[in-house]
């Protein structure tokens, strides 16, 4: 493995793992906080009880979601040395924000997660709010920064150095607000789903658990609300990705040749040598239709441009293609969820819907991985698009794979321990308290 | 108005000394907890958890704040350092993961057998907090040594060893275990309303003194070989000497106040103290971000982007300080704790 390969497949690694933390620090709050309202509108007990036990879940993940967090604040300088020493000026705005932002969730968290008794139950709702916001925030700002990775504005090169930087054009660039509206959405569906997975399978062993049903029902609200939204905000990334980059749009269709009227492949494979996308179903028009709202408009194709250029197509298109339908499969499931609990005016959970919503649960989360590798793998060979190649990028040092290694071993341990955590905590016995792990250092005492 | 890279510089400082004062404590608590011994071991253990558990993610902000306006603002020193100290900041990084991450699992294990998962969890907090600070000082002291000189493109040059792998740097790195492990045991002191096990802390905090003061002394010595030019800088510097004089007086004060039980003076000595390094270490090492070649004025980001920053930080204070007042007031007020 070469040195370049070992630092990608680590950056990929890395933002692969903390992303699904992430979402879970950006979606879960607002959970718990619909859980504790639940409660402080109606005084139900098992209602505290749930906003409780999904704050212990989100603790964990919280924890984790940090560190690695962390570890990648200076991962963007061990690998990619160069790229920061061009970029770090000019997409620093939303990473100091963010640092904020992390400072405000941090703090509100402390108080939501070890203030039960000594905060009022306002306040703590309060806290708990607070958390929601600042976690959406903080997301919300580090993607600014990738997009501007993706269009990057609001500075001057002079042989190769930054001249002038104007740090908010650079922060709300071209691709800022599709991505944003598109992330944000995504980690309410992707976590929200899962969740009411894991719920639907608790409902299915313990039909009669009022918790779980309430649990259901919220996850299932949120996660699916965002669901119907998706394809919306999809279609925003859609007609940016056509109108700024062209050669990504084209990856992500498997669309070789420029023309009008395009066709949209709905799978198949790019065969890259021979200039098509073999074995895939196709639409005629709806990529005109897609990209630019008029089913005659010229699309490029990817041999408009030099190959060089050219990211690795199958893995964007495939890509792409798997992000689609895990979008379709949830909207679906979403649609299918709301009609029923809008013709009954209660919340549907017979057990073919519970497994259908069990089966479908992890869609979210694929979705949101492969919607990254779209982004990311279909910008290469740049790391910032147009102006610094990936090769060029890379730190000089050595023996990559080493810590491509070591990290991998490290959060796949952690990643397993932390889901065998989660689920004592969704089944534990005692569902009011759980008990101390041991006297001495427990502090798990709500 | 100084130049705004040096405002931008002293702000880096400052979130260096916030991190020491608060996230450094955190990991000497650790340390303690790898040391708990004697009839009250668990109850040492327990103090440390409850002292940490609230706060530990905020407090680590600090180093993330430092590191995002080293980045933004001196991108260059950024890349020296990381490319020429990319493997203790990895194996500083490693250890931050698995403390965090072992810490919350520790604290939320349940069910069957989680008793003995929980020991097993306290060794791996332990043994991390004592190894990262000691990763964290390496680095540190790297900084100080210099030796990071640059080519004509502005990249440094390295053979990724060289630069950290010296006596003067691992000085360091046990300067820092010293100190932040005096920082726990002082605040341990006050935290704790009970009687004997404040005078375990205190103990805890004199030995640990004791190491600040021989670490410091022995890190003074080998700088005169592993960083000549900081040492040059801590002789001569204008604030130098001033710093010197608070670093040791108020370490003087310290180990008085725990001589006498006065706790809350203590700790507001060893605070002052572990300031004076910090300050000192800055001001020694005064105008170079990475010696020989990296300085403040030359590695600093243009002016748009400093006054930029300047005033996000202006603004992200006026939100910050009250939210740490609210958080502090909540879990390490008196009121709080009498709630245990
Ligand atoms: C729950 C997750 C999820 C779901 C169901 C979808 N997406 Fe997505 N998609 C993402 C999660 C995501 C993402 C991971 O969040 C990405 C990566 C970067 C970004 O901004 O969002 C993304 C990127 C992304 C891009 C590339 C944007 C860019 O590179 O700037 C496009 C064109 C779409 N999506 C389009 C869609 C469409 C038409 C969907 C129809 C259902 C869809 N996505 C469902
Ligand atoms: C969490 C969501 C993200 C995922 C899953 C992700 C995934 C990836 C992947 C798969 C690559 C390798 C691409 C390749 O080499 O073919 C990559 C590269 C990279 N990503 Fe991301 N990324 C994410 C978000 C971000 C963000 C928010 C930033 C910066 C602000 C970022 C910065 C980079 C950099 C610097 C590289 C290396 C250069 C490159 O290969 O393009 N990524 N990422
Ligand atoms: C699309 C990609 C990303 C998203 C949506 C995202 C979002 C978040 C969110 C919501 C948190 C809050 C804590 C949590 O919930 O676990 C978090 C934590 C963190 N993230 Fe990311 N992040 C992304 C990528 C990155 C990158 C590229 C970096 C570094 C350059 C980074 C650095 C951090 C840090 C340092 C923390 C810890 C903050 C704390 O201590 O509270 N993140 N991230």
Redesign the pocket.
């Known amino acids: 493995m070469t040195d370049l390969l070992a630092a ?1 497949g680590q ?2 690694m890395s ?2 793992f ?2 699904l933390l ?1 979402v879970a620090g950006m979606a879960m709050p607002l959970l718990m906080v619909l859980a504790e309202l639940r409660w402080l509108r109606t005084g139900d007990a098992v209602a505290l009880d749930l906003a409780k036990r999904w704050s212990k879940g989100t603790a964990i993940l919280f924890a984790v979601g940090a560190v690695s967090g962390t570890a990648l604040s200076f991962e ?1 300088g061990l ?2 040395p160069e ?1 920061m020493r061009l970029a770090g000026p000019i ?1 620093g705005m939303p990473f100091s924000l963010e640092g904020f932002a992390f400072f405000l969730e941090a703090i509100f968290l402390g108080i939501f997660l070890y203030g039960w008794e000594r905060v009022p139950p306002w306040a703590h709702w309060c806290a708990g709010l607070g958390v929601w916001i600042m976690g959406m925030t903080s997301g919300a700002f ?2 600014c ?2 997009a501007w ?1 993706n269009t990057p504005t609001g500075f001057t090169l002079e042989a190769g150095k930054v001249v002038s930087v104007s740090p908010w054009e650079a922060m709300f660039n071209p691709a800022a607000f599709s991505q944003v509206l598109h992330m944000l959405v995504a980690a309410l569906e992707a976590v929200g789903m899962a969740v009411a997975g894991i719920h639907a399978w608790a409902l299915l062993k313990d039909p009669g658990s009022r918790l779980h049903r309430m649990a259901f029902g919220i996850a299932l609200t949120v996660g699916g609300v965002a669901a119907l939204a998706q394809p919306l905000t999809g279609h925003v990334s859609a007609d940016h990705v056509a109108e700024h980059q062209p050669v990504k749009l084209a990856a992500m269709e498997g669309h070789f040749h420029t023309a009008r009227g395009a066709a949209f492949h709905l799978g198949g494979w790019p065969d890259v040598a021979a200039r098509e996308t073999k074995g895939s179903l196709e639409i005629p028009y709806l990529l005109s239709i897609l990209a630019f709202s008029d089913p005659n408009a010229e699309v490029r194709g990817l041999t408009d441009f030099p190959e060089d250029q050219w990211p ?1 197509v199958p893995v964007v298109h495939i890509a792409f293609q798997i992000m689609i339908f895990a979008g379709m499969a949830l909207a679906g499931v979403a649609a299918l969820a709301g009609f029923l609990a809008w013709r009954r005016r209660a919340l549907p959970t017979d057990p073919w819907l519970l497994k259908l919503v069990l089966v479908t649960s992890p869609l979210g989360l694929v979705a949101l ?1 492969a919607g ?2 779209v ?3 279909g ?2 060979p ?2 910032i698009r147009g102006i610094m190649r ?1 090769a060029d ?1 890379v730190t000089p040092m050595p023996g990559l794979v080493v810590p491509f290694a070591t990290f991998t071993v490290l959060y796949a341990a952690l990643g397993l321990v932390a889901l065998a955590l989660l689920r004592r905590h969704v089944f534990a016995a005692t569902p009011t308290v759980s008990a101390p792990a041991d006297e001495e250092v427990s502090h798990a005492r709500a | 108005m100084p130049a705004p890279e040096l405002l931008v510089a002293g702000a880096i400082v400052a979130s260096l000394i916030l991190y020491t004062l608060t996230g450094g404590a955190d990991f000497g608590g650790g340390v303690w907890d790898l040391l708990a011994r004697g009839p009250r071991a668990k109850a040492q253990r327990r103090a440390i958890a409850d002292a940490i558990a609230p706060v530990w993610e905020a407090n680590h902000v600090w180093l993330i704040v430092a590191v995002v306006l080293l980045f933004v603002c001196f991108p260059t020193a950024f890349a020296a350092v990381s490319t020429a100290l990319h493997v203790p900041i990895t194996a500083m990084l490693v250890g931050v993961i698995l403390r965090g991450a072992a810490f919350t699992f520790r604290a939320y294990d349940t069910g069957p057998g989680a008793s003995e998962r929980a020991r097993a969890w306290s060794r791996v907090f332990a043994i991390t907090s004592t190894v990262t600070p000691v990763m964290l000082g390496v680095c540190a002291g790297a900084v100080a040594a210099g030796g990071m000189p640059m080519d004509a493109q502005g990249r440094v040059v390295t053979d990724f060893v060289s630069a950290w792998w010296a006596p003067f740097p691992f000085a360091v790195g046990a300067l820092t275990l010293a100190l932040f492990a005096q920082l726990a045991a002082v605040y341990l002191c006050v935290e704790r309303e009970d009687e004997a096990l404040a005078g375990d802390f205190r103990r805890r905090g004199l030995v640990a003194s004791a190491a600040v003061a021989l670490c410091a002394w022995v890190a003074w010595v080998l700088a005169g070989e592993g960083a000549p030019l900081i040492r040059a800088g801590l002789v001569a510097g204008p604030g130098a000497v001033a710093a010197h004089v608070l670093t040791g007086g108020a370490g003087l004060v310290t180990v008085a106040s725990l001589l006498r039980r006065r706790y809350r003076v203590a700790r507001v000595a060893v605070m002052a103290q572990a300031v004076g390094v910090v300050v000192g270490w800055a001001a020694g090492q005064h105008p170079y971000l990475v010696a020989p070649d990296i300085t403040v004025s030359s590695a600093a980001a243009p002016e748009s982007v400093l006054v930029a920053v300047l005033w996000a930080l202006a603004a992200g204070a006026v939100l910050l300080v009250p939210a740490f007042w609210v958080l502090y007031a909540v879990f390490k007020s008196r009121g709080g704790a009498a709630l245990h």
Do not use: K
């Open positions: 990608r950056m990929a933002l692969g903390h992303i992430a963007l690998l990619w790229f997409i580090v993607v920064a990738n990775m690795p991985e990254w590798t982004t990311e793998v910008r290469q740049w790391v990936t990028a």
